[in-house]
Structures are given as C-alpha cells and as structure tokens.
C-alpha cells in the first residue's frame, strides 16, 4: 500500500507581474505585496525603513481580507 506522503502538486503554478513594497535599508530584505500592505505607503515591518514601490514576477496569492484596501 503507497502512502501519500511524497505525492506532488500537478497543478500549474500561476505567476505574473506584482505590484510589491521593497524595505529601502541595505542590510533588510523584506517586501510585501501591494495586495496586503497595512497603509497607503508603508514602513518596513521588520525594521521600520521606507520602503519603495516595485514589481516582481510572483506565483498569484489572492487577499480577500476587508483591510486589505
């Protein structure tokens, strides 16, 4: 009897361009999705640092919170 364990995953994984927030500090690498930022420009919550609006080429993750807005 197979175990199903070790089974993959056969669904194609969807990617496109995201909007993101990149930390603008040297030594930070957070980011954060556009989709689930906190505020309309938000601070790094790692470190607290600016952070900059970007794009990367990201699997799809829908945010269907209300303060997602």
Not at 40 to 51: R, W
């Amino acid at each position: 009897m197979a175990m199903g364990f070790g089974r993959r995953n056969n669904e194609e994984i969807v990617k496109e361009e995201v909007v993101v927030w990149d930390c603008t500090s040297d030594t930070c690498k957070c980011w954060i999705r556009d989709n689930f930022k906190s505020s309309e420009t938000p601070k790094c919550p790692i470190c607290g640092s600016d952070m900059v609006k970007t794009t990367r080429e990201l699997q799809v993750v829908n945010n269907n919170s209300i303060y997602s807005k």
